[in-house]
Antibody, heavy 120, light 108 residues
Framework: EVQLVESGGGLVQPGGSLRLSCAAS????????MHWVRQAPGKGLVWVSR????????SYADSVKGRFTISRDNAKNTLYLQMNSLRAEDTAVYYC?????????????WGQGTMVTVSS | SYVLTQPPSVSVAPGKTARITCGGN??????VHWYQQKPGQAPVLVIY???DRPSGIPERFSGSNSGNTATLTISRVEAGDEADYYC???????????FGGGTKLTVL
């Protein structure tokens, strides 16, 4: 079964750090681009970051650039999101999603999400 | 940055047709994807590349894209179609993926 499973969410103080993981199974992880998308409570979907299949190219939303770092370990079939200097407005459910190796492609598989709460 | 505009809500009676729009500057030149999200669940892709349906998505779901508006059409609406729907594109100018604000579909 094709599956993405996020982990690593939790409660963190403003200014703190957190690393999210997304474990992939059921498909050739190294052939796909991967993304992080977040959703604040009661709000819409917001794209956060993208990484290409071999990890050589990344892109970030302006709101997280310089604070978040996306990476992947194809040997471990795992995607990561290192989040530093966290702010209250980063509070959201974070989803990982895959797309084929094309910037215009759709997100065809999503994880179930992991909740990040930034609060003192 | 590129902006996608969706109506906050659309209401439709069971068995009727729902149309959810997604507006953007010359969106007809972009590839539009649509996602369905039910409460407490992850989004699900329902239409990709303007009008293609993934396997497992009913034929009642269709899409179109032209000019400044893309449209998701749901025919013979069922109670189970009640959900939030999001359009999404890739903006080449910013190299960012962009989502619309979402539309809540209510089945009366």
């Amino acid at each position: 079964e094709v599956q993405l499973v996020e982990s690593g969410g939790g409660l963190v103080q403003p200014g703190g750090s957190l690393r999210l993981s997304c474990a992939a199974s059921g498909f050739t992880f190294s052939s796909y681009w991967m993304h992080w998308v977040r959703q604040a409570p009661g709000k819409g979907l917001v794209w956060v970051s993208r990484i290409n299949s071999d990890g050589s190219s990344t892109s970030y939303a302006d709101s997280v650039k310089g604070r978040f770092t996306i990476s992947r370990d194809n040997a471990k079939n795992t995607l990561y999101l290192q989040m530093n200097s966290l702010r209250a407005e980063d509070t959201a459910v974070y989803y990982c999603a895959r797309s084929h190796a094309n910037k215009a492609d759709a997100f065809d598989i999503w994880g179930q999400g992991t909740m990040v709460t930034v609060s003192s | 940055s590129y902006v996608l505009t969706q109506p906050p809500s659309v209401s439709v009676a069971p068995g009727k047709t729902a149309r959810i729009t997604c507006g953007g500057n010359n969106i007809g030149s972009k590839s539009v994807h649509w996602y369905q999200q039910k409460p407490g669940q992850a989004p699900v892709l329902v239409i990709y590349y303007d009008s293609d349906r993934p396997s497992g998505i009913p034929e009642r779901f269709s899409g179109s894209n032209s000019g400044n508006t893309a449209t998701l059409t749901i025919s013979r609406v069922e109670a189970g179609d009640e959900a939030d729907y999001y359009c999404q594109v890739w903006d080449s100018s910013s190299d960012h993926q962009v989502f619309g604000g979402g539309t809540k579909l209510t089945v009366l």
